[in-house]
């Protein structure tokens, strides 16, 4: 499947990969493989899930497109749009909104005039609002990668954007 300019087919290493989630589960149970199934398209294919990505994914399990789709449009961490280099998940439930995420969300937001969804125009931020991410104690706090940032102030969101704008910040693919 050609999506613009590259193929939807995983790499055979990425295939072995498949193979070996879908292998946990018993014979016509592969469907249970279908969110760690999405994780490698969603690292592979750019970071996001376009509709012939999801579709792929589905041919791989031998389900139907909609049992993908549910799934990838129920959750979060699972991006439906074009995401920048770097994605804050900044944590917007009960404790972390007591603990100024709100301030936190709109700070972000003015310096990279950006609101919660979109992405700069550059292709550099994605700003994301998402729920508890288990890190109550050290609210607010965002998510970036594969990492948490923790007890956020508004020094430290500054600091970040620097750190990300030097490329001294892995890139969270
Ligand atoms: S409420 Fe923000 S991490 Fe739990």
């Not at 990969?17 to 249970?32: C, I, T």
């Not at 399990?61 to 749009?81: D, G, R």
């Amino acid at each position: 499947m050609l999506i613009g300019n590259y193929m939807v087919k995983f790499t055979d290493d990425k295939l072995n990969e498949v193979k070996a989630l879908m292998a946990r589960y018993p014979e016509g149970r592969q469907k249970s493989a279908v969110i760690p199934v999405l994780h490698l398209a969603q690292e592979e294919f750019g970071g996001w899930l376009d509709v012939p990505v999801m579709d792929y994914v589905a041919e791989l399990l031998s389900i139907t497109p909609i049992e993908v789709y549910e799934v990838a449009t129920f959750y979060s961490m699972f991006n439906l749009k074009p995401v920048g280099k770097y994605m804050f998940e900044v944590c917007q439930t009960g404790p972390c909104m007591i603990n100024g995420c709100d301030e936190i969300i709109d700070y972000i937001g003015e310096k990279l005039g950006i609101k919660p969804g979109q992405t700069t125009a550059d292709g550099m931020f994605t700003l994301k609002t998402v729920e508890c991410l288990g890190a109550c104690g050290y609210a607010p706090m965002m998510q970036l990668g594969k990492h948490y940032k923790e007890h956020l102030t508004k020094e430290k969101v500054d600091a970040l954007i620097e750190e990300c704008r030097r490329g001294a910040v892995a890139n969270n693919l």
